[in-house]
């Protein structure tokens, strides 16, 4: 079951650099998007969240861009920084529909060389 | 900042055994989950609680699993009679309200049956 998928196991960058990470989604149903990032030995850590009205949200270095026609989503961190260095996880949820559940993605490994 | 806490961190137990985790949501938070992800695969959702219901839960959470709210602080998960395959890292979340609220994860429990 594969309705979230995140492609790429690992991305390294250098400090300073744009890291982007992708996550392409199968369910149409789904219509809220975040994005966690997670620590070894430790819980998700939500980083930026967007809702399908919206086709960009933007805190601090974060911004996430929704392409619902493609059913994809990236989240940009910009400038990179070493401490960003962790796994990247994109969940999903379908919440029109009346699922608060969150289906997430296998995770990307982001390195931040600096 | 408020955070999710889970207790114990890590529990050991023996095949058959019952075990409870425990979780203190975030004090002003309504919505209570538990997840869990298996040692190299994808974090999973197992149920939602609202209102000291159970409100969706996943093909995983069968009866051998429940969930209680004991007091106004306290969330558990019970496994009456665990199994091998019950060894993975729980995790507890809350959020404030359902719907497009993000939620806010503890830093799990790591079980372990032997």
């Known amino acids: 079951d594969q309705q979230v998928k995140q492609n790429s196991p690992s991305l390294s960058v250098q400090e300073g650099r744009i890291s982007i990470l992708n996550c392409d989604y199968t369910?149409?149903?789904?219509?809220?998007f975040l994005w966690y990032k997670k620590y070894p030995a430790e819980g998700p850590t939500f980083l930026i969240s967007?809702?399908?009205?919206?086709d960009k949200n933007e805190d601090g270095r974060f911004t996430v861009f929704l392409n619902k026609s493609a059913k994809h989503l990236s989240l940009h961190i910009v400038p990179s920084q070493p401490g960003d260095s962790a796994v990247y996880f994109c969940?999903?949820?379908?919440?029109?529909?009346?699922?608060?559940?969150?289906?997430f993605g296998k995770g990307t490994k982001l390195t931040v060389n600096p | 900042e408020p955070e999710v806490t889970q207790t114990p961190s890590h529990q050991v137990t023996q095949m058959g055994q019952e075990v409870i985790l425990r979780c203190v949501p975030i004090?002003?938070?309504?919505?209570f989950y538990w997840y869990r992800q298996i040692l190299g695969q994808k974090v999973e959702f197992l149920v939602s609680?609202?209102?000291?219901?159970?409100?969706?839960k996943s093909e995983i959470f069968d009866d051998q699993f429940s969930v209680e709210r004991p007091d106004g602080s306290n969330f558990t998960l019970k496994i009456r009679s665990t199994k091998l395959e019950d060894s993975a890292m729980y995790f507890c979340a809350s959020s404030v309200g359902g719907g497009y609220y993000e939620q806010y994860f503890g830093p799990g429990t790591r079980l372990t049956v032997t």
């Open positions: 369910n149409s149903m789904f219509d809220y």
């Open positions: 609680f609202y209102n000291n219901e159970i409100s969706e």
């Open positions: 004090s002003n938070h309504l919505y």
């Open positions: 967007i809702s399908s009205i919206k």
């Open positions: 969940a999903a949820s379908a919440v029109g529909g009346g699922s608060e559940k969150l289906v």
